[in-house]
């Protein structure tokens, strides 16, 4: 079974530029996460997309912003970046939540994008 | 807020010594709790989770973890570590209420020497 599958592998844009990272999640998932792991910072959640709608959101400003596609796939975009948006993007599914109530099932991880903003 | 707190940021140790590495959350309510390991140069990878049940969870490669809610602690543990067990530890709770999303403390790195 193939895992979450994310790409680029590397990106590098300057400060100003926008990037868009994409992430394909486990054959079956519905849910896809996003997070950020900056040095010194440790991982932070961004997003969660369910359904193709944003159902939670981070301590992010709105330049980053995302979407899911039908087939479950997502794309998160980072708008006039910044230097310390430098970092490693991780993207996560997991099957249908189980309900707000319930909390999340388990999430699997990709890879990682490694954005560097010079 | 949850918040997740692993204090040991660098364990070094030696094959066949035992491991317990601490991770304590603040959140009173139902919690879902997970220890993801990233060894170098690959992904985050689950190695055990906690949703309900017996207190005494068991993961792949023969760790384990128990959670204990009056101390807000899970703590993971191997009585005999490999060096093969050198890598980064990450412990994640997520909050019944809070959206799905995992707060994560701010792992610990494991160096097992030969």
């Known amino acids: 079974e193939a895992g979450v599958t994310q790409s680029p592998t590397h990106l590098i844009k300057t400060r100003g530029q926008q990037a868009t990272l994409r992430c394909s999640p486990i054959s079956g998932h519905t849910s896809v996460y996003w997070y950020q792991q900056a040095l010194g910072l440790g991982l932070q959640f961004l997003l969660w997309?369910?359904?193709?709608?944003?159902?939670n959101r981070g301590n992010f400003p709105p330049r980053f912003s995302g979407r899911q596609f039908p087939n479950y796939s997502s794309e998160l975009n980072v708008n006039a970046l910044e230097l310390e948006d430098s970092a490693l993007y991780l993207c996560?599914?997991?099957?249908?939540?189980?309900?707000?109530?319930?909390?999340?099932?388990?999430?699997?991880f990709g890879p990682g994008t490694r954005l560097t903003v010079l | 807020a949850q918040s997740v707190s692993q204090h040991n940021h660098h364990v070094i140790l030696s094959e066949a010594a035992s491991l317990e590495l601490g991770c304590n959350y603040s959140y009173g309510g139902t919690v879902n709790l997970f220890w993801y390991v990233q060894y170098p140069g690959q992904h985050l990878q689950l190695l055990l989770k906690y949703f309900s049940g017996d207190p005494l969870v068991k993961g792949i490669k023969g760790f384990e973890a128990e959670f204990i809610k009056s101390k807000f602690s899970f703590n993971l543990r191997k009585p005999s570590v490999q060096w093969s067990d050198t890598a980064e530890y990450f412990c994640?709770?997520?909050?019944?209420?809070?959206?799905?999303?995992?707060?994560f403390g701010g792992g610990t790195r494991l160096m097992v020497k030969p």
């Open positions: 994640a709770v997520n909050a019944a209420n809070a959206g799905n999303m995992l707060t």
């Open positions: 996560a599914s997991s099957l249908a939540p189980i309900g707000l109530a319930g909390g999340t099932d388990t999430q699997y």
């Open positions: 997309y369910d359904e193709g709608e944003e159902r």
